[in-house]
């Protein structure tokens, strides 16, 4: 089989052969993935920490050999991976080669990908201690890598190292200065992947008395059977077992709300957590424990219950009384988590934009039986200060929503002002037309007399 590795982004870019069928399904092709990554193990020369020593960390490589992923035609021509010489003055890596043969990776094409996808790759490899080793097998031969990628993807992957047993059968092998295991002539550290588990959600969000599905996927290599599984939440300090299934056993221990579907677990090592009807209770961490006879994988998914708030602002429609303060009620409930931000904005005839207002009320916090919060504010307006028309509106931001609810009050002038300002105009015009009347009057009264004075004179 022939090894093979990406090298360049650009390569993505090419068209697939334009004589393929565009509705087969894309065949496979092997290629080695490569991942920078920190080993972080126990440091026998560092200062005693909680645990009797202090960490080290050095950096590592690890390639992933033999992954299978699948060819939409735009991999392109790739070119065997080559284990670079170190440079004479810096620090020497420790490089982990990975046969994947045994065991798929999953979410290989998200890995191969991630330069071109500008997404970053958090790896870590530490020794893997079980509480139970196979004859001639070293502790420290035993290692576990963690992949988390910044889309949310969390990938664990157990390698099996060299046996200590190569050592003593070869007075001449060599070992590895940090490590202490024989290593390959290129100074590798040889490992098979013999289990992996992954998750495409460390953390989800989830609305109230929906269905969710908390993703957990593993498989073993051929000589390895499941033991167990097991699912646990954490919130608050404590914690308890959701799920829990034994190899052997008549079936699985499960609580009401939850359910793991067994044929798909055992048959395509489908672990996922289906949990319905959620509820404010059901928010924590949750746990996916996958057990072999001699090791353990786990992941961690963070489960968030977010309610959007309900608003609503009474009256909406306000006839202003003169010399009358009205207050305007806006109404928010249904929403969870607690955090929640309101504001109130004026908005007149006269005004450009809207305006802040300060001079809001609020009551306290009050929680309903499901566990959503409510809250109300208040906001008293009066004719001293504003006139009709105007637009009140109550503006609230919360986690659960993508932009800010607003909901408007529309202030307008009353009847009986609208009247009395009619009335008004009415009694100005009639004043008006009077006035105008008598000083016609007076004039056509004034020009006869004048004209006779002239006469008289002459």
Known sequence: MIQKLLFFCGLLGLDAVSTKDPTAAPPFQTVDIVLDCL??????????????????????????????????????????YVVPQENAGSSPRIVFEASALLVSIPHA????????????????????????????????????????LSSGISIAL???????????EKPDAILHPKLRI???????????????????????????????????????????????????????????????????STGPIAEPKVHVDL?????????SLHLQGVSVGDEGTYICLVSTPLHQIQHIIQLQVVEPPRVRVIPAHVSFERDVTTTLTCNIAGYYPLDVSVSWTQKTAEDEAEITL?????????????????????????????????????????????????VRAY????????????????????????????????????????????????
Request: aromatic content about 6%; overall charge positive; glycine content about 10%.
């Open 109 to 148: 094409e998200s890995l191969l990908h991630t330069d071109c996808n500008r997404e970053e790759v958090n790896c870590e490899i530490s020794p893997y201690n079980s509480q139970q080793h196979g004859k001639g097998l070293c502790p420290a031969s035993w290692f576990i890598g963690t992949l988390r």
């Open 358 to 406: 300060s001079s809001a009320r609020f009551s306290s916090h009050q929680r309903s039986q499901d566990g959503t919060y409510g809250i109300t504010s208040y906001l008293s307006i009066s004719s001293a200060t504003v006139q009709a028309p105007a637009t009140y509106s109550c503006h609230v931001s919360h986690v659960a929503l993508e932009e800010p609810i607003s």
């Open 182 to 248: 024989p290593v390959s002539k290129k100074g590798t550290v040889l490992t098979t992947v013999e289990f992996q588990s992954s998750s495409c959600n460390t953390s989800l969000r989830t609305r109230l008395g929906g269905l969710v599905i908390l993703d957990c996927q593993f498989a073993l290599a051929p000589s390895s059977l499941l033991s167990s599984l097991e699912w646990k939440r954490q919130h608050r300090g404590s914690g308890r077992s959701l799920f829990r299934y034994q190899a052997g």
């Open 411 to 458: 202030l307008k002038a009353s009847e009986k002002t609208r009247l009395e300002g009619l009335v008004g105009g009415i009694l100005a015009t009639v004043i008006f037309v009077v006035v105008l009347f008598i000083v016609l009057r007076m004039k056509r009264t004034v020009k006869p007399k004048a004209e006779e004075l002239l006469r008289g004179s002459e």
């Open 158 to 168: 157990l390698l099996r190292g060299p046996h200590c047993s190569s050592a003593q």
């Open 39 to 80: 080993y972080v193990g126990d440091d026998p020369k560092g200062s005693p920490g909680a645990f009797g020593g202090s960490l080290s960390k050095d950096l590592a490589l690890l390639v992933l050999r033999n992954v299978s992923v699948r060819d939409d035609g735009s991999l392109g021509e790739a070119t065997d």
């Open 263 to 271: 044929a798909q677990l055992l048959g395509n090592g489908n672990a």
